[in-house]
């Protein structure tokens, strides 16, 4: 049986299909939204469904999509949503992203997140990326003495081997990690598997992605057909049934879309279903 949620703590408990900001801000995730209007639209209709999870950074923009965030929240009077950031990036122009791990740099940008974001604390803080050019003690451990501070409550890492998680785990507990994972692309099953043995959040970035297999007459397509959906919400639905530590975040800037992804966690696949998409991905 899928499990519909997963829990980081006592207290954290979110429903497994969430949602990414990174398509709010502009092109190549610069500057404004041609229509910021549409964009607190699209975070109304996220913070009034039932998704729990909003993964954002303060790179997307930069700031621009923790700032519709922070629109959307001011008149959201709802139960809590989990709220994930990122920092570890500096933006220099669009689809520009530049590592850097300097802690100092790293204590900015977490309070950077909390202001930008209208926040006591942070429910979820992920390094976007280990500089090789610092220390992975000093990166986490900024991280790890914020979360002693009270600003932070969980730390995650991003695009990482499982050395890099066990060499983290030595300094602070990881709660999850965020590769690169989804139906075509599964160079980090390793990672995810390490993650469904240890209970660590494993959030798939570019989840959606399918490749020519989602064509008119592709085999992605044929199952879609069976169950009366797209083939971007049976890519979901293969990554929800794939682990229960699996934490997809579709991201969009549309409305319907949005309300399209979500209804992904609806969806029943069989084994055998499972079987010949798992096989497919191998394939690719």
């Known amino acids: ?18 949602y990414g900001t990174m398509q709010l801000p502009g092109k190549g995730v610069w500057g404004p939204n041609a229509d910021p209007k549409a964009a607190i639209d699209v975070m109304d209709a996220v913070l009034n469904s039932d998704v729990n999870f909003i993964d954002t ?17 001011q008149d959201y009077e709802g139960a809590h949503k989990m709220i994930a950031t990122k920092v570890g990036f500096t933006r220099q122009g669009p689809d520009v992203w530049t590592p850097l791990g300097n802690p100092d740099y790293l204590r900015q940008q977490v309070e950077i997140n909390l202001f930008s974001l209208g926040l006591d604390s942070l429910d979820l803080i992920q390094l976007h990326r280990i500089d090789p050019h ?3 003690a000093d990166q986490v451990g900024v991280l790890a003495d914020m979360k002693k501070e009270g600003k932070v409550k969980h730390i995650g890492l991003s695009q990482v081997t499982i050395d890099d998680l066990e060499a983290a785990q030595k300094i602070t507990p990881i709660a999850s990690v965020q590769n690169r994972y989804n139906l075509t692309d599964r160079h980090d099953e390793g990672v995810l598997n390490y993650a469904d043995q240890h209970h660590i959040a494993f959030i798939p970035w570019y989840p959606l992605a399918t490749g020519h297999l989602a064509t008119a007459t592709g085999p992605l397509a044929d199952i879609a057909k069976a169950h009366r959906a797209t083939p971007a919400q049976i890519a979901l639905a293969w990554l929800l049934h794939r682990s229960d530590v699996i934490l997809p975040i579709p991201g969009t800037s549309n409305v319907n879309h949005f309300f399209s992804n979500t209804a992904a966690s609806r969806i029943a696949l069989s084994a055998e279903e499972m079987t010949q998409l798992t096989n497919l991905s191998n394939a690719e």
């Open 57 to 73: 950074a303060d790179a997307y923009g930069p700031l621009f999509a923790n700032d519709y965030v922070r629109q959307a929240l």
């Open 1 to 18: 049986m899928v499990a519909k949620t997963f829990k980081f703590d006592d207290e954290l408990e979110v429903n497994r299909l969430g």
């Open 134 to 136: 610092y220390p992975l």
